[in-house]
């Protein structure tokens, strides 16, 4: 398969991608880019279905109208975390192997690899890539919020599942992920003057250092449990006891029986107030469910590493405490693999990159992947005959 000589096409979308403005909460840019890729894939004979959403991006499915059960499901999102201007402040742009600018890594890069991985089949006369369908979500950064029952609808009946996100640094791809979930911890007082009569005053700030202080002792990191307050607010002014404050949490676990027994914990400790008088508010839960390497993603992953060998290259897996949309699909038993994207890293920062070396080579192997899976199935279904 001639991947190769696509490299400068492939760049010329992706620098189009990446100078839109698309964080979770733009909608006018993520459907943007979906309107690009939707055209793109309306040409290699595919139907889009738009699922609207209202205030965030337009999730597309992709599928092939000569196929109507297919046996791979393909996920990927179209949403950064950067907010809007960013990509006027620091547009695409390419320093010897590597490209740079918001979303080039995660995920924009693996848009387009999913896009020539499927044209590259069907130029080869390889009907493998009317097997697949495609799911583009649009708020994967903010915990997939709509698109988590579309995903498992999606998935649901789907012999494998085969997730976007980009590899590691070293080019590892993911079987394992920790489960995570956000909490919100909002407190009210009682405001005062801090001169005239705080005594008057009930401190919501000293009630969520009380809680701080409390939710930090969960933290089991040997066992893969971690709690961080990452942002508090609080307070009108210095000389004010303070009458709210809030704490935004974020959890980590290695199991849905730790997720169990966390939330339970956390719940017990904003239970009832340290300072009397303050009011405790608790929301949030903890929404992804942990990516187990069970046998069946383990067989997946050594298809993938056997693909690779023969590629020529040296496929790794690893597991991570970052969450993704594999874990919804994982947690329902179907054979799941992560970080199939091109490699790079620093995703979600100035210096996010991607190597480019790894753009087309990486695009070849989920083509291939893509090619060797169908096979498998088909071998089922003559066996099963």
Avoid: W
């Amino acid at each position: 398969m001639d991947v190769q000589s696509k490299e400068k096409d492939m760049l010329m979308l992706l620098e189009e991608l990446v100078n839109i403005d698309s964080g979770s909460y733009q909608k006018k840019g993520i459907d943007k880019v979906g309107s690009i890729l939707r055209k793109r894939f309306e040409t290699l004979g595919y139907d889009i279905k738009e699922i609207e959403q209202r205030k965030r991006g337009n999730h597309l499915i992709i599928s092939h109208p000569k196929v109507t059960m297919p046996s791979i499901l393909i996920v990927a999102h179209m949403d950064t975390v950067f907010p809007e201007g960013t990509a006027e402040k620091r547009p695409f742009k390419i320093e010897g192997n590597r490209a740079y600018g918001p979303g080039v890594i995660d995920m924009k890069a693996s848009l387009v690899a999913v896009l020539y991985a499927l044209e590259t089949l069907r130029e080869q006369g390889d009907s493998s890539y009317k097997h697949v369908k495609v799911l583009l979500t649009t708020d994967e950064e903010i915990g997939s919020i709509t698109s988590r029952s579309l995903i498992e609808q999606e998935a649901r009946g789907m012999s494998y599942v085969l997730v976007m996100e980009p590899a590691r640094k070293d080019g590892s791809v993911v079987t394992e992920r920790r489960g995570n979930g956000r909490f919100t911890l909002k407190v009210r007082g009682r405001a005062a003057h801090s001169g005239i009569e705080p005594e008057k005053g009930r401190s919501a700030i000293e009630e969520l250092a009380h809680k701080i202080v409390k939710l930090y002792e969960l933290n089991d990191h040997e066992h893969g449990v971690s709690i961080n307050v990452g942002i508090i607010e609080g307070g009108a002014a210095v000389n004010t006891v303070s009458s709210r404050a809030v704490g935004h949490i974020d959890v980590r676990v290695a199991t849905q029986e730790q997720a169990e027994e966390l939330a339970h914990k956390i719940e017990e400790v904003c239970a009832s107030s340290d300072v009397r008088g303050t009011i405790i508010e608790l929301t949030g839960d903890i929404n992804r469910p942990p990516m187990i390497k069970d046998e069946k993603i383990s067989e997946l992953f050594h298809i993938v590493q056997n693909v690779g060998k023969e590629l020529g290259l040296t496929i790794k897996d690893t597991k991570t405490g970052g969450g993704s949309d594999a874990s919804f699909t994982a947690a329902l038993g179907i054979p799941t693999i992560d970080g199939l994207g091109p490699v790079g890293g620093n995703a979600h920062s100035e210096k996010e990159y991607l190597e480019i070396p790894s753009f087309t080579e990486r695009t070849l192997l989920l083509a291939k992947v893509i090619q060797r899976l169908v096979q498998i199935q088909d071998n089922k279904a003559y066996a099963g005959a």
